[in-house]
């Protein structure tokens, strides 16, 4: 490795060809340029300039050398312009979040992706604690979490809530079925989707079907359809709801008909009847065999608050200020 200022010694000396020159525009001595051309020669263990009167011819190891210096000089001058780049639709930005954020948020990234192809936006689906974990380590520039991280290391900002709904299958199992046998207008009812969900009732009404529902002994016989989320979000939507008979039950004590841990796949044992599960309703959304689920109308709404969440010691890249901007717009 040379020492940079060596060749930048050598490459004043080859363009002004003068020993003097190169010590003005240099601020050195002229025995300082000696010095330094001496030390590049002993380090290249070759001659690279053929002193001539008052000028210099340079070897043929020594255009290569200058060749070299130049290439170096262009090289750091590149980087030092990079580190000043800025461009707010170029470059690679990571956002991590958990899945059901992901599918709310990423058709629009994908959006703007589209509209600004130099944009490369990639989309990691990671637990709370991960997240939290690669800003505090300066990993990850932006993710998305719910409730406020309690963290010096951690800078968040409040985007919005997320509703959670306790999700059952439209239409109830036989043996379920048989108990709940009378309707609102005193008809079968085996479809207890197409009695209480608010799609299709008032509020009055929907909230009617719920009573007559033992809802406790509902999903204690359906079971738990289990998720990496399903307990955090089940002591939250039974602390929250306002409904007595759930607020008794200890989560992790409910029966367990299944588990999966791909949140495409979560709704699909609940709409064939296995069970049932709790998560962001706007999962929803996202199946095609949601006209066989429906979400229970509880008394009160459950929602968590989602903050994005930065490192507090630098500010975040223009493209993720664009990023984040799009992603609040999804949200609020």
Same mark, same amino acid.
């Given at each position: 490795? $040379? ?6 010694? $050598? %490459? ?6 003068? $020993?003097?020159?190169?010590?003005? @525009?240099? $601020? ?23 002193? =001539? ?7 043929e190891q020594g255009q290569r050398v200058y060749h070299y210096a130049k290439e170096q000089q ?5 980087? %030092?312009?990079?580190?000043?780049? *800025? ?39 990671? !637990?709370?604690?991960?997240? &939290? ?6 990993? &990850? ?6 409730? +406020? ?9 409040? =985007? ?8 059952? !299958?439209?239409?109830? !199992? *036989?043996? #379920? ?23 299709? #009732? ?11 529902? *033992? ?9 738990? %359809?289990?998720? !990496? *989320?399903?307990?955090?979000? #089940? ?26 841990? @791909? ?14 599960? /709790? ?12 006209? +066989? ?7 009160n709404e459950v929602t968590e608050p989602l903050y994005s969440v930065q490192t507090p010691h630098?500010? #975040?890249?223009?493209?993720? @200020? /664009?990023? +984040? ?8």
């Open positions: 490795m $040379f020492n940079p200022l060596w060749l930048d010694t $050598f %490459i004043t000396l080859v363009e002004t060809g003068n $020993f003097t020159r190169t010590a003005e @525009q240099r $601020f050195m001595t002229q025995p300082g340029v000696s010095q330094h051309l001496k030390k590049l020669e002993e380090a290249c263990q070759c001659e690279l300039v053929v002193r =001539l009167g008052r000028g210099i011819q340079l070897t262009a090289t750091e001058q590149d980087f %030092i312009a990079s580190l000043k780049f *800025d461009a707010p639709y170029e470059g690679k930005c990571i956002v991590a979040c958990s899945g059901a954020i992901a599918q709310r948020i990423y058709p629009a990234l994908l959006a703007l992706q589209k509209k600004h192809s130099a944009l490369n936006i990639h989309v990691e689906v990671a !637990p709370r604690r991960t997240i &939290l974990s690669g800003i505090a380590n300066n990993t &990850l520039e932006l993710g998305i979490v719910t409730n +406020k991280p309690d963290s010096e290391d951690v800078l968040s900002e409040y =985007l919005g809530e997320e509703a959670l709904g306790l999700i059952l !299958p439209r239409t109830l !199992p *036989d043996a #379920l079925a048989a108990q709940y046998s009378t309707s609102l207008d005193n008809k079968p009812r085996s479809d207890m989707g197409s009695q209480a969900t608010p799609n299709s #009732l008032s509020k009055r009404e929907a909230r009617a079907a719920n009573e007559k529902i *033992d809802l406790k002994a509902v999903i204690h016989t359906l079971g738990l %359809i289990n998720h !990496p *989320d399903a307990m955090h979000y #089940l002591q939250r939507y039974f602390h929250d709801c306002g409904e007595s008979e759930l607020a008794n039950i200890t989560p992790n004590k409910l029966p367990h008909t299944g588990y999966i841990n @791909q949140l495409s796949q979560i709704l699909l044992p609940v709409s064939k009847g296995l069970g049932f599960t /709790v998560l962001p309703t706007s999962t929803l959304d996202f199946v095609s065999f949601a006209d +066989k689920l429906t979400v229970y109308k509880a008394k630098s500010a #975040l890249p223009a493209r993720y @200020q /664009v990023i +984040k901007q799009a992603i609040t717009e999804v949200l609020r």
